[in-house]
C-alpha cells in the first residue's frame, strides 16, 4: 500500500516545519517545507518576495509552486497563505490527509513577535488579530483533521497527528 502524505496547514508560527520534521521521523515519510522549496526555486527570502512583488505576485509564485510539486509518502509543511488558492490545496489534499494546526492567537503573538520579518503574505496595515479572522474560516474549511497545539510540547503535538492520521487512513 503506498503511503499518504500528510499536510500540515495553519496560520504562521503555528509549528508546522517543527512538527513536520518530527512527524515524518516518527512516521517513515519524506519531510518537505514549501516556503524552503520557494525560497530555493526563486533564489530570494519570502519576506524579500513579498517586499517587492507586493502579495499577489507571492500568492502567484506560491501558487505555481505548489501545483508543480508531486510529494508521495511525504510530510508536507505548507506556507500559511496556501489557503489563498483553491487549486493548489485541491492538488495537495489529493494525495493526502490535510492536518490543520490550529493555535490559539495569544499563542500565535507569543511565537510571531514581529511579522514584517517573517515572511508573512499579509495585506498592507493588516495586523495578526485580523489576518487570522481570515484565515481561520479557511483552514477549518480545508481540514480533514484539527490538532491544537497550544500548550502542549512538539512531541506531544506529533503523537496527536500521528494517532489522528492513522484513523482517518484506516477509515478511508
Known amino acids: 500500500m503506498r503511503k499518504q502524505n ?6 504562521p508560527g503555528s509549528g508546522k516545519s ?11 515519510l519524506n519531510f518537505l517545507d514549501t516556503d ?4 530555493a526555486q526563486q533564489g530570494q527570502l519570502l519576506q524579500t518576495l513579498l517586499d517587492t512583488g507586493g502579495m499577489d ?12 510539486l508531486s510529494p508521495i509518502a511525504t510530510v508536507v509543511a505548507t506556507g500559511g497563505s496556501v489557503i489563498y488558492s483553491p487549486e493548489a490545496m485541491a492538488h495537495l489534499g489529493q494525495g493526502g490527509v490535510m492536518v490543520y494546526l490550529e493555535t490559539e492567537l495569544d499563542e500565535l503573538k507569543r511565537r510571531l513577535g514581529n511579522m514584517a520579518e517573517r515572511g508573512v503574505a499579509v495585506q498592507p496595515g493588516m495586523g495578526l488579530d485580523e489576518l487570522y ?4 474560516p479557511l483552514y477549518e474549511q480545508y481540514a480533514d483533521v484539527t ?8 512531541e506531544e503535538t506529533v503523537a496527536e497527528i500521528s494517532e489522528r492520521v492513522a484513523a482517518v487512513t484506516e477509515t478511508a
Not at 18 to 28: N, P
Not at 133 to 136: G, H, I, K
Not at 147 to 154: D, E, F
Open 6 to 11: 500528510v499536510i500540515l496547514i495553519g496560520m
Open 18 to 28: 517543527s512538527a513536520g520534521i518530527l512527524l515524518a521521523k516518527a512516521m517513515g
Open 36 to 39: 524552503v522549496v520557494i525560497q
Open 57 to 68: 505576485a507571492f500568492l502567484a509564485i506560491e501558487k505555481t509552486t505548489l501545483l508543480g
Open 133 to 136: 479572522a481570515q484565515r481561520l
Open 147 to 154: 490538532v491544537t497545539n497550544t500548550g502542549k510540547t512538539v
